[in-house]
Nanobody, 124 residues
């Protein structure tokens, strides 16, 4: 059974940092492109970042460039999203997702497997 589990969310003050983790079970993450998405209340789900399978090409949304970093630890079958300089507008439920396609895109429908999400709240 393919499963993705996110963790690492929480409440943080503006300017703070969090590291989200996405652990896979039932499949090898390195064979999939992994994306991080987020959804704020009343908003559509949007792509934040992704890392392609094998080569590890990365893509970031303009809103997080220079602040967020995606990485993969194949030994732990885990993908991370390091989030620095957090802003209130980063508040959302963050999801990781896996897709078997080549390349690195953040089109939702390209991703077949999704985690349950982890809440990130940036507030003073």
């Amino acid at each position: 059974q393919l499963q993705l589990v996110e963790s690492g969310g929480g409440l943080v003050q503006p300017g703070g940092s969090l590291r989200l983790s996405c652990v896979a079970s039932g499949f090898t993450l390195d064979y999939y492109t992994i994306g991080w998405f987020r959804q704020a209340p009343g908003q559509e789900r949007e792509g934040v970042s992704c890392i392609s399978k094998r080569v590890g090409m990365t893509v970031y949304a303009d809103s997080v460039k220079g602040r967020f970093t995606i990485s993969r630890d194949n030994a732990k079958n885990t993908v991370y999203l390091q989030m620095n300089s957090l802003k209130p507008e980063d508040t959302a439920v963050y999801y990781c997702a896996a897709g078997s396609f080549n390349g690195a895109t953040m089109t939702l429908f390209d991703y077949a497997y999704w985690g349950q999400g982890t809440q990130v709240t940036v507030s003073s």
